[in-house]
């Protein structure tokens, strides 16, 4: 079962232009976090936001959380050819006591033409 | 500064054979992970080691035994390949759960990509 979904699937604009993935998700969380993957390389960490923070900013990116909804967006501003990658967002779900487990959605594939 | 190190890259195996993916991290991490990644599903958990001398089931653990060597390494053996478990394979660490983990961030090795044929 998958704790979180993005949105679209695949997603291709213009350089400069801006990128906005959404993820949801199925039950409570503790934290929402956002990962990138270029093509053939593992993911790297972009960003985290707790379940009390609404709103989160790292560099280009803004990540922003509604609880309430059960959703989360990640937004690329003034976006690069080096953007292309695939995006993931990666949801803890509490199943075990010791351990959230890190739940990660089937990604956005992000294409920005030069 | 390597990070998370996976060997090897690229396998090929025949139904029924053997293997290992071998998997060390320097960066002293308490906590790593096996994931396979295969189209349109996302990461799923195989196992996971929450400390040295700790293993424990994830989402997907059929098929799969781990060893959590020592502090830096964590290995995936594979015993009877099956076409099934043709996917890229990730491993992946974390400092949890000295920093908690509710803030656990995951640092991924580079993968590696098995074809079972």
């Known amino acids: 079962s998958q704790q979180g979904e993005e949105d679209p699937q695949a997603l291709s604009i213009q350089e400069g232009e801006n990128a906005t993935m959404n993820c949801s998700y199925k039950?409570?969380?503790?934290?929402l976090q956002w990962y990138r993957q270029n093509s053939g390389r593992g993911l790297v960490h972009l960003i985290l936001i707790r379940s009390n923070e609404r709103e989160k900013h790292s560099g280009r990116l803004r990540v922003t959380l509604d609880t309430s909804k059960k959703s989360s967006s990640l937004l690329i501003t003034a976006s690069r050819a080096a953007d292309t990658a695939s995006y993931f967002c990666a949801t803890d779900a509490r199943e075990w006591a010791s351990y959230d487990k890190v739940i990660f959605g089937p990604g956005t594939s992000l294409s920005v033409i030069p | 500064n390597a990070g998370v190190t996976q060997t090897p890259k690229f396998q090929v195996l025949k139904t029924g054979q053997s293997m290992t993916l071998q998997c060390a991290q320097d960066m002293n991490h308490n906590s790593m992970y096996w994931y396979r990644q295969d189209p349109g599903m996302g990461l799923r958990l195989i196992y996971y080691?929450?400390?040295?001398?700790?293993?424990d089931k994830g989402e997907v653990p059929n098929g799969y035994n781990v060893s959590r060597l020592n502090k830096r390494e964590f290995s995936l053996r594979l015993e009877s390949a099956a076409p099934s478990q043709t996917s890229v394979y990730f491993c992946?660490?974390?400092?949890?759960?000295?920093?908690?983990?509710?803030?656990?961030?995951?640092?991924f090795g580079s993968g590696t990509q098995l074809s079972v044929l």
């Open positions: 992946a660490s974390s400092e949890a759960p000295d920093t908690g983990w509710l803030n656990e961030k995951l640092f």
């Open positions: 039950t409570s969380i503790n934290n």
């Open positions: 080691s929450a400390s040295e001398g700790t293993t």
